[in-house]
């Protein structure tokens, strides 16, 4: 192909994995959307050429996850597509590198791990905060899939992506090198096999009990004053919910728009609520904090802190903060989480200094919010005492950060989001999906609360519980959480299929330069996956 059809086609390749995410949803298409690019790489002249591949698949493929950005930061997204496409040029040159090798059974089954450990480094890199997070990881469109919700709880979504790119490595394999066809499909069977076997020995979480937790969504409030309307429609809304029995009440993100230490009146009406009601109300407060200890307490409440929420509530300085704020009968019990990882650009400009320019062609945050400095597991009041783990928005994409929950004690995660800046895009289909991962990876029901939709439950099995809350709905709906007891896998080992791969490709470099002492002495290799066809004889003329 001539360099600019190329150029475009990898672009185009990369783009497809993105169709396998809600909004369209076509789970399935993950196990293949692969291939187009993996082919194309292997076509590749040079390794230069084959980076190049992969950076250009790798700037789609974060464009076309991403397109719902482009109102917010317009042009800017391209900038940042480009820079995050560099982290796959690496990947792409050891695509070909792998691919190019004497078309053996070993060299075979090395393809079939050493690339999906590349890709996985690839996710690892770009997970980092400062990157944009982990949105978008290839084993998280899995989340409908109840094999794949069973992988999650013994290694994560990590453990589902480097299946999922297995499986791609595999079928390229099958469709382009004659003599690995049958590794090829000796592999899709096995990895079949291995995944059956571990959806049937993983068994679900133990039954432990129920959890009624109700969500408020109050949905799209515009224009003067529409803090206070938002906060007159949630309280409508969670007065309907007397009678209902539910043990906790959670609001959306930002639901309250004014720090409850210099609003006494706001306090007093959500502490009414609980009352009314019958439940504890989480809000989330996203406003300038009138002090470093922020979050409104009674005298009652402040004497009765526990140790662990004041440790929660402890700001290094003044500023807006995005706070969970747990607020009971006689007012603010205490507990407050502020959020910890932000979104770039969103609620923070990274270096601001040099990029804060970008506020200028998009929305991006004209005042960075702060940051919380530790995770909280809040004890609801009352005779259950039931012990949460509240996550704000953005944070349900990192599964370090629920998984640190659960272990620390948390019985039900619950995440507050709101993506009203994206309301008609597939980021709010996309962005409830994660709650399914989370819970599986836990198995921790989690409930996903947002002001304007998706809203969204899920049991510990990762398994959806009751209908969602759309984008169109105003409601409050209860749902009854199965809860369970014991731990998964993936709470107790961690990341190891991340340290794994760091192994896989330690191992591939070790070898790599051992074949090349050897080659210099043999001669080059006989056959090239790249062509499947003898290589020429390079014997020195005597």
């Not at 890709?119 to 770009?126: H, P, T």
């Not at 090198?177 to 990895?191: D, K, S, Y």
Request: include cysteine; hydrophobic fraction near 50%.
């Amino acid at each position: 192909m001539r360099r600019w059809p190329r150029a475009a086609a990898a672009v185009a390749a990369g783009a497809l994995p993105a169709l396998a995410f809600p909004a369209p949803g076509l789970w399935w298409f993950a196990w293949v959307a692969l291939v187009p690019w993996l082919l194309l790489i292997r076509t590749a002249v040079s390794g230069r050429r084959a980076a190049l591949d992969g950076w250009l698949g790798g700037a789609g493929f974060m464009l076309a996850a991403h397109h719902w950005l482009m109102p917010s930061l317009h042009v800017f997204i391209l900038v940042l597509a480009a820079l995050l496409g560099t982290l796959w040029a690496p990947w792409g040159w050891l695509v070909r590198s792998v691919f190019t090798g004497a078309a053996s059974p070993a060299r075979a089954l090395g393809a079939l791990v050493v690339v999906p450990a590349g890709w996985l480094m690839v996710e690892l890199v770009r997970s980092w905060q400062g990157l944009g997070g982990p949105w978008g990881l290839l084993g998280a469109s899995q989340w409908e899939v109840t094999p794949a919700l069973r992988l999650a709880s013994v290694g994560g979504v990590w453990l589902v992506s480097l299946l999922v790119v297995a499986a791609n490595t595999a079928v390229a394999l099958v469709l382009a090198v004659e003599r690995a066809r049958a590794v090829g499909a000796v592999a899709l069977l096995a990895g079949a096999v291995a995944v059956g076997a571990v959806a049937f020995w993983v068994r679900p979480p133990q039954p432990d009990g129920r959890f009624r937790v109700a969500v408020v969504q109050p949905g799209v409030v515009e224009g003067a004053g529409s803090p206070v309307r938002r906060f007159a429609r949630e309280e409508q809304l969670t007065r309907e919910l007397a009678g209902r029995h539910p043990d906790l009440v959670v609001w959306g993100e930002s639901s309250v728009g004014a720090d409850l230490a210099t609003r006494p009146d706001l306090s007093a009406r959500l502490a009414a609520l609980s009352g009314e009601v019958g439940a504890p109300v989480l809000v989330n407060v996203d406003a300038r904090s009138a002090s470093t200890r922020g979050g409104a307490r009674s005298a009652s409440t402040e004497r009765g802190a526990r140790s662990a929420s004041a440790e929660g509530s402890t700001r290094p300085r003044p500023g807006i903060y995005k706070s969970s704020v747990l607020v009971g009968p006689d007012g603010p019990t205490g507990d407050r989480y502020d959020k910890m990882r932000l979104v770039p650009f969103g609620e923070y400009v990274p270096a601001r200094s040099l990029l804060g320019w970008a506020t200028s062609v998009g929305k991006a945050a004209g005042e960075d919010r702060m940051r919380g400095t530790r995770p909280v597991v809040m004890t609801l009041p009352g005779a259950r005492g039931t012990r949460i783990g509240p996550l704000v928005c953005f944070e349900t994409a990192f599964p370090d950060m629920s998984r640190q929950l659960a272990a620390r004690g948390a019985r039900v995660l619950v995440a507050q989001s709101s993506t009203s800046t994206f309301q008609h895009s597939w980021a709010p289909a996309q962005h409830a999906s994660l709650g399914a991962l989370r819970a599986a990876e836990t198995g921790r029901p989690m409930v996903h609360a947002t002001l304007t939709g998706i809203s969204a439950a899920y049991g510990p099995d990762g398994a959806r519980v009751g209908r969602w809350l759309g984008t169109d709905r105003s409601a409050a709906a209860v749902y009854d959480l199965p809860m369970a007891s014991g731990t998964t896998l993936y709470t107790r080992l961690g990341d190891w299929p991340v340290y794994g791969s760091v192994a896989a490709l330690a191992v591939w470099a070790g070898a790599g330069a051992a074949r090349r002492l050897v080659a210099r002495r043999r001669g080059p290799r006989r056959t090239s996956f790249r062509t499947g066809r003898p290589a020429r004889s390079a014997r020195p003329a005597r």
